[in-house]
């Protein structure tokens, strides 16, 4: 089992920067692949980003492709979200998510969840 820990949201104005961390503690961190996603009021929960467990590989929903940046560091057992050029739109409950398959696009694709940490863009 993974414990996943999400940290760094906050209010920011339109236009400026985030970055979030996400914690793991439990089974080997490498063994899993993440992910972040996003659920803003009254919508359904969306896919973010998603990185696989060596690193390599990136994926990126369209709405952030550019100015978000998904990292994770094996070592410290984190995954990150590099939020840019943050928009009202970007406003959401992120979730990160741990995966022992690969760096999916479905909810479904994931076992475990953080709590979230919530993302409040001004205009």
């Known amino acids: 089992q993974v414990q996943l820990v999400e940290s760094g949201g906050g209010l920011v104005q339109a236009g400026g920067s985030l970055r979030l961390s996400c914690a793991a503690s439990?089974?080997?961190?490498?063994?899993?692949?993440m992910g972040w996603f996003r659920q803003a009021p009254g919508k359904e929960r969306e896919f973010v980003a998603a990185?696989?467990?060596?690193?390599?590989?990136?994926y990126y929903a369209d709405s952030v492709k550019g100015r978000f940046t998904i990292s994770r560091d094996n070592a410290k057992n984190a995954v990150y979200l590099q939020m840019n050029s943050l928009s009202p739109e970007d406003t959401a409950v992120y979730y990160c998510?741990?995966?022992?398959?690969?760096?999916?696009?479905?909810?479904?694709?994931?076992?475990?969840w953080g709590q979230g940490t919530q993302v409040t863009v001004s205009s």
């Open positions: 998510a741990a995966s022992s398959r690969y760096p999916g696009q479905r909810g479904n694709d994931y076992r475990y």
């Open positions: 439990g089974r080997t961190f490498t063994s899993y692949a």
């Open positions: 990185i696989s467990w060596n690193n390599i590989n990136t």
